[in-house]
């Protein structure tokens, strides 16, 4: 079992990991629409999947980042695929990272125009404030931060499915449904689900190998991935509780909102602006890390420097920046997902 000294840190890194992950798209319901929903009741087997796959791979990399006594994610990649490879895959993780954040940045302009009618430049601008004060505190900033943001919009997000499956109930028939989620199969589509949402998780987690113990780092990647897999099979029941009339929403989790009541849309609205924070903290806090390891001036004057270089990528339409960058985001987390599940095991064997 995990000491009681080092409860604090596990339970700063398994929000941290969930932080990850629980973005704008998984808070708004709109990926487990995608990638589980769809496929009706069978969705759910592929959330047992993701599940497992979110415990294995969460704790693979924590364990490899102690191993390897790791300060970022470079030296992982270079383990896993080598000097070569490790730099292109590390050009393109670098990439992703400061796309992501210029997505999520727009994106928390984009909630305070549409669901509270101010200035986008409000919502990026307190977005910002938020992020800089954050890397100024370094790495107990940012893990500290996770551990107050996350488990709200956890907990906002598993009571609104819950309030709306406890209201509705589960149909004991679903009627016909589209077999056109993503990949077009439930295994398919849960095996892309993972490898989606793992790159930026990779670069936060690689960065405390020096700060854990292997032990430590498994227990992280089990109660991580769990409560990852609880979280998506009750948006993914609630969804089903409201099929077919969810599909007709951009934002499925906040429909289930207004259905239970009117007073939690403006919540939500908050909730997914929260949600974008944490993600744009978390890729802020991985470009920093890259370039500043080490932590200390270098490690703010980075992440304040990503902040500011993207801003005006912002500016680009929100859902413009989606459909143009989560397709490249996708091929490169399947290629890392497999690395990841076969590399380990033939360095082991040798």
């Not at 941290?16 to 704008?24: D, E, V």
């Not at 924590?62 to 383990?79: H, I, T």
């Not at 896993?80 to 940045?105: E, H, N, R, T, V």
């Not at 307190?126 to 107990?140: D, K, Q, T, W, Y």
């Amino acid at each position: 079992m995990i000491n009681q000294s080092n409860l604090g840190l596990v339970i700063r890194l398994v929000a941290t990991y969930m932080g990850a992950i629980i973005g704008a798209g998984f808070a708004s319901g709109q990926e487990i629409l995608q990638f589980f929903i769809l496929f009706g009741y069978k969705g759910l087997f592929g959330v047992m999947v993701a599940t497992v796959f979110f415990v294995y791979l969460g704790a693979m990399v924590l364990r490899l980042s102690v191993q390897l006594r790791a300060r970022n994610y470079q030296e992982l990649l270079d383990y896993l695929l080598g000097p070569w490879a490790g730099k292109l895959m590390d050009l393109i993780s670098i990439f992703m990272l400061m796309a992501g954040l210029a997505i999520m940045l727009s994106g928390t302009g984009a909630v305070v125009q549409e669901y509270l009618s101010l200035p986008e430049w409000i919502g990026i601008g307190l977005a910002v404030f938020i992020i800089i004060l954050v890397i100024l505190r370094g790495l107990n900033g940012f893990l500290s931060i996770n551990v107050i943001l996350v488990p709200i919009k956890l907990a906002a997000v598993c009571l609104i499915a819950g309030l709306a499956l406890a209201q509705k109930g589960l149909p004991p028939e679903l009627p016909y449904i589209h077999t056109h989620g993503v990949g077009g199969h439930w295994l398919l589509a849960s095996i892309l689900y993972v490898s989606y949402n793992m790159i930026v998780p990779m670069a936060v987690l690689s960065t405390t190998g020096r700060s854990i113990t292997v032990k430590m780092g498994i227990w992280v990647g089990i109660i991580g991935g769990i409560g990852l897999g609880i979280a998506a099979a009750m948006v993914t029941l609630g969804g089903l509780a409201f099929y077919p009339k969810i599909l007709n929403y951009e934002v499925p989790v906040l429909y289930m909102a207004s259905c239970v009541s009117n007073i939690l849309r403006p919540i939500f609205a908050l909730l997914i602006w929260v949600a974008m924070l944490t993600t744009a903290i978390a890729n802020t806090h991985g470009c920093a890390s890259r370039f500043a390891p080490e932590g200390g001036k270098r490690y703010r004057f980075y992440g304040i420097a990503s902040c500011l270089m993207v801003l005006p990528f912002t500016y680009f339409d929100f859902s413009f920046l989606v459909r143009l960058l989560y397709p490249i985001f996708g091929y490169a987390g399947l290629f890392l997902f497999g690395t990841l599940l076969i590399v380990p095991f033939i360095k082991n064997r040798k």
